[in-house]
C-alpha cells in the first residue's frame, strides 16, 4: 500500500477542526466531530466559551481566538509572505460578548477553510514539490492545532461543570 504524504498530512489538519476525514485514518481525534474543534466550540453556549476555567486562565474563546490568529497567519505564511506577529495579543478577544463569540465562530472557520483551500492546491503534488518550509510549518500547524484542541477539551469539563 502506497501512501502519500501531503494528502496524509492535509486530512490531519483537517482532522483537528472536523474529525475523522477518510476512514480509518484517525490520528488526533476519536473520529467524531464533537471531538474536534469545530465541534467543541459549537457545543458550548456562548457563558461557556468566553468563561475562565481558573482565574486568570485562558478561555475556550481565547483558545479560538489563538487558533484564528494562528491560521491567519499560516495563510500568509503560506502563500510565501513573512509578517510580524504579536504571539502575546493572539489569545485577546475583540468583543466578549455572545454576538462576539458567534463572529469569532464565523472567523474562525472562514480562516482554517483559507488555509484548507492554499493546502489543497498541494494535494496532488508529489512531496519534493513542495517547500520544505511549507512542509515545516504544516507538520508545526498540525501539532499546533491538537494541543489547543486538547486544552479546549479540558476546559470543557471544567465549565461545564459549573453549569450543570
Not at 474529525?19 to 465541534?39: N, R, Y
Amino acid at each position: 500500500m502506497h501512501i502519500e504524504t501531503m494528502p496524509v498530512l492535509i486530512d490531519q489538519f483537517r482532522e483537528t477542526f472536523e474529525g475523522e476525514v477518510t476512514p480509518g485514518m484517525c490520528w488526533i481525534t476519536d473520529g467524531t466531530l464533537q471531538s474536534a474543534v469545530f465541534g467543541v466550540i459549537e457545543a458550548l453556549t456562548p457563558e461557556q466559551a468566553l468563561a475562565a476555567p481558573l482565574p486568570g486562565a485562558r478561555s475556550i474563546a481565547g483558545h479560538t481566538a489563538h487558533l484564528h490568529f494562528a491560521l491567519a497567519l499560516t495563510a500568509r505564511r503560506l502563500r510565501g509572505e513573512d509578517p510580524p506577529a504579536d504571539w502575546s495579543k493572539s489569545f485577546d478577544l475583540a468583543d466578549a460578548s455572545p454576538r462576539g463569540w458567534e463572529a469569532l465562530k464565523r472567523d474562525l472557520r472562514s480562516a482554517y477553510d483559507g488555509v484548507l483551500a492554499i493546502l489543497q492546491e498541494s494535494r496532488g503534488k508529489q512531496i519534493r514539490e513542495i517547500p520544505p518550509i511549507n512542509l515545516v510549518g504544516l507538520a508545526a500547524t498540525i501539532a499546533h492545532n491538537a494541543y489547543h484542541l486538547g486544552a479546549m477539551r479540558q476546559i470543557v469539563q471544567v465549565v461545564r461543570g459549573r453549569s450543570t
